[in-house]
């Protein structure tokens, strides 16, 4: 007797050791049967709040708290912050489904295996930013050398306009927005 409560002491013990070791595996040498994932996932992922009372709102709301993850809600407190009466219960269980389903997405990786069309999608997405992000790049080096040139301008047509009126006869200042109008007081002269 003792020594079939020892074999099963044993074979308990290693199978646990076994789950320990294969857990630890990275997903590319083990990889999840349940990949990709999807909403009938969240099915699975609840199945722990499917008898829990009330009956069918704690269970309800873990899948709510799947979906919104499954559609790429990645906080899960803000989506589950507004649950049904009790909160006591249905909150926790709408934060289950949603941080399950991340971190079976986690397990899982976001490569482009994992279903071709989001990762087209997300490609697509890149690609517009980055040529967005070329285009306001390129606009503003033509902004800065139309400034640039307009300034050389500026600077230019004052030379030539101080160079007419010095041939004209008139004395006239340059005025760059620092030095102080002269004003003349009924009073006194210039200043």
């Known amino acids: 007797m003792?020594?079939?409560?020892?074999?099963?002491?044993?074979?308990?013990?290693?199978?646990?050791?076994?789950?320990?070791w294969v857990n630890g595996i990275e997903p590319e040498f083990y990889p999840n049967v349940n990949c990709p994932l999807n909403k009938e996932m969240c099915r699975t992922m609840c199945k722990s709040y499917k008898l829990q009372v009330p009956k069918p709102s704690v269970y309800n709301w873990c899948i709510i708290g799947c979906h919104a993850a499954e559609r790429g809600n990645r906080h899960c407190k803000r989506?589950?912050?507004?649950?049904?009466?009790?909160?006591?219960?249905?909150?926790?269980?709408?934060?289950?489904?949603?941080?399950?389903?991340?971190?079976e997405q986690i397990t899982c990786?976001?490569?482009?295996?994992?279903n071709p069309?989001?990762?087209?999608?997300h490609e697509r997405i890149l690609e517009e930013a980055r040529v967005d992000k070329e285009e306001k790049e390129k606009i503003k080096i033509l902004n800065d050398d139309h400034d640039k040139?307009?300034?050389?301008?500026d600077k230019?047509?004052?030379a030539n306009h101080i160079k007419t009126q010095k041939d004209l006869g008139n004395h006239i200042t340059p005025h760059n927005g620092n030095v102080e109008e002269d004003v003349v007081d009924e009073n006194e002269g210039p200043k």
């Open 156 to 158: 230019a047509h004052l």
């Open 117 to 121: 069309q989001i990762a087209a999608h």
């Open 109 to 114: 990786g976001d490569h482009v295996h994992v």
């Open 79 to 103: 989506k589950c912050r507004y649950t049904d009466v009790p909160t006591a219960k249905t909150r926790p269980a709408c934060i289950h489904g949603c941080t399950t389903f991340h971190d």
């Open 149 to 153: 040139l307009n300034e050389e301008h």
């Open 2 to 20: 003792n020594n079939l409560i020892l074999i099963r002491t044993i074979s308990m013990l290693m199978s646990s050791i076994l789950i320990t």
